[in-house]
């Protein structure tokens, strides 16, 4: 079954059908629950983890107060060390970029590592209108493609399937597949058939967990070792990454891996991690011959200019956020329709598709507070989503940048209703005539009054106003007294 | 426009935005976290083992002279035909290159001879050439990869390893078994010290992998599994040198 949507701005038909499907609803329960039972086993010990969440915050906050300089010395750093540094204000000139460097190789075939930065651009989409195919190979990422489908979590890809499914996938899109539910067997079909393709790859693309601007550094995270083919074996390498990813120190690393493996899969360590700072050298036997790094900036400079969304460039893509968030839980990753889904896709992805695009999704929060509760580098999730409602309904205040956007989800009738309301509830005379009209014509309210009905009862009015039962009250006192 | 004027159109208006914003550059925290950390090597040597175990890796520990026997045991164990080692540099380089090697890479030959003798009834390769010509016999013929470590990782029960010359990236990744040879002796307690210690930030070599398991993955229903694309099986042989 293909789950792919038609974008935020049908979040919430979207959302209505998600809930309406028992087996996605199923499969996100139990991938939901393990995910947290893992997080919480991988903090065991709370003081720890304040530690751990205060000392990454602050290297996220101390990198970011220098974003313009490590830039620039992380270009100037892996420059020296060999790779090729490119810069891209946007998707096209990102994917502009990448084309031409796999023009010059004459490349067909991309193989790809893990990078949400590369979903983001819509880069196998691109490349493929220019002859050139892009293979997806971590395991959940080369079964949403194989189904024409997209990625639904940022580190579990194809976690709204489950191995039925898998199996339903694998027998329509791969020939010679005998169906099975044996995990084992599905995991060795995707290995072998990807293997060849590793092999022949002309290019390997990755995203960056890391750029460490003090070595020149690009650091990679995984378990499946698909990163590791990916940066290896073909002869050219290409990472693109956001600009937001760069750390300063080589030390700053270890703290924030330790973050970022509890919090997403609750893993002490992942199985490999990936410290790349150079194409091959002279000597050397294997490893890619050039090594590029493309840095995007897509709407992040934006995020920059405000002191509260600029926390949101703090964010590490752990996926905790939507592992703990009960609208993603039960509408899963597609309902969002962005490549960023979740409580950190509803505060990024304003920034890099503007607020006319994702105005319904920043209403799609139950302000519980479990995202920023868990967020290892505490980015106040709630707060910016207020932020962005408010920038959503208002144009910008006077010393204010404003949104790409901005002010898109103002309603002319929602602002005159508030202002009317505001004047009324501050003029005594209205305030009371309004609430005694409303105790004595109760009985016309109706029971569907919209979207406050679709999960609630219709509210009614009681046989008496408040400022009536105090002055009754005040008056029977009065005469026991 | 060429890729390079316009990336550096992007690169100066990317920054120029960024730069629109005045802040005060926060200074380094003093801020730490409790890292695991031990001075009793037994502790160090059964976290090392107990990490590697959980995640999946055999653990074998030996002393120098059992080397030899223990691999050719674990070779005919698993029916491995054919295997693939580095090669150690003194004999491969010429005087220049082994004049650029650091203490440390000539060690990579340090267990060679004991390799060699454990290894006498496969087929042996070495990855004496590039890739290029190496590759189709390293993805279709070798069963298994031997390398020396760098170090070890006793927090996470984390093998370091130093790809280079002598012992090339692939070695580790591509055949379906990866061996690995670790000494004791550099076993140290966690991650961030290992890096600090030992100032990685001031010679950063091509590529440094850190592996701690054999290649796994839980993308299909949060099952687990293993050998996904790098090798399903990881035979740590830990040699006592204390």
Known sequence: MNHSSKGPEHFHSQAKAALGDPQLRQNFRGAMDYLQDKRKSAFHDPVEEEKIRDLSEAIRQRCLSKLPQLLELLDTNCTRNGIEVHWAENSDEANDIIARIAQRHEAKLIIKGKSMVS??????????????????????????????????????????????????????????????????????????????????????????????????????VENEGNGRMCTTVPK???????????????????????????????????????????????????????????????????AYQDADMRKTLQCIRCGACMNHCPVYTRVGGHAYGTVYPGPIGQIISPHLMGLDKTKELVTASSFCGACAEVCPVRIPIPDILQRLRTAAKNPPEADMIPMTGQASAASTLESLAMKGFAFAATTPTLYHAGTWSATKLKGLMPDNIGPWTQCRTSPKFADNTLHQLIKTRNKKKGETS | MSLTASSRVAKRAILARLNRVKLPPIEKETLSYPRWKTQDEQLLTQRFIAGLSANHAEVICVNSTEIAATLTQVLTSKAYKSVVLGCACDETLSDSAANECTAYHCEKGEFYAEILAGARHCDLLQFDSVVEDFKSRLFNEVDAGITHCFGGIADTGTLVLWPDRAEPRTLSLIPPCHIALIKRSTIVSNFAGMMSEQAWQEKMPTNIVLVSGPSKTADIQQTLAYGAHGPSQLIVILVEDR
């Open chain 1, 119 to 220: 979903e983001e651009i819509e880069l196998n989409h691109e490349m493929a209108k220019l002859g050139i195919e892009c293979l997806e190979s971590d395991m959940g990422e080369y079964i949403v493609q194989l189904d024409g489908d997209k990625p639904s979590h940022i580190i579990m890809p194809a976690i709204h399937k489950n191995k039925q499914e898998v199996s339903d996938t694998f027998e329509h899109h791969l020939d010679n597949f005998t169906p099975t539910l044996d995990v084992d067997e599905l995991i060795q079909t995707g290995r072998t058939r990807l293997r060849q393709k590793f092999y022949d790859a002309d290019i390997g693309l990755s995203g960056v967990n890391f750029a460490v601007a003090e070595t020149g550094s690009l650091c990679l």
């Open chain 1, 236 to 302: 050219v390498h290409i990472a693109i990454t956001g600009i937001e990813k760069v750390v300063e120190f080589l030390s700053d690393v270890p703290p924030l891996y330790s973050a970022l493996t509890r919090s997403a899969t609750g893993q002490a360590i992942t199985t490999y991690f990936n410290i790349i700072s150079s194409p091959r050298k002279s000597g050397e036997r294997d490893g890619p011959l050039e090594v590029h790094l493309v840095l995007l900036d897509n709407g992040r400079t934006q």
